[in-house]
């Protein structure tokens, strides 16, 4: 049962929190010990074996469609120009950025977190659990998108942009 009022139709390509890249593979009713609702099944692409189901009335939560092909090549065509933030975002606003879809903010974290992870190494440090995980998160939404604009795996997108958010300053 699909309504025309729905943003999303089944096989396309969003992005979702810190899940990244999802396929929508099924909109239909289903009932989690309350009223039947109306939900979005998603897959995402670096884990089919996961299902999010996000109900249709709260759609929002989707951050929007992955892009073309194009964009994504104009994406990676500003990675060499990317600095790295600063300063790591405070810890308050990283789920905000990763949900946003501003992939050059997304791009700067990762180039300024593993920045930040090659500087404390020299000092036989790494980064705290923290900016691990949110350096895990940013990389998959990141490269989870480039990867479905693409239509690349995870790993080949890794290694191919690696070089570009990788570098010394």
Sequence with gaps: MVNEMEKYQIGDYVLYGVSGACKVTEIGTLSFGGPDKIYYSLKPVYDERSTIYVPVL???????KVVSREKAEEIVGTLKGIKPAEVIPEKETWDATLKSGNQEEVA?????????????RKNHKGLNIAEERLLRDAERVFFSEMATAFEMSMEEVVQNLSISLDREE
Excluded: Q
Excluded at 58 to 64: L, N, T
């Design 58 to 64: 709260k759609e929002d939560e989707i951050s929007r």
């Design 108 to 120: 700067r974290m990762i180039v300024g977190l593993r920045t930040l992870r090659r500087e404390n």
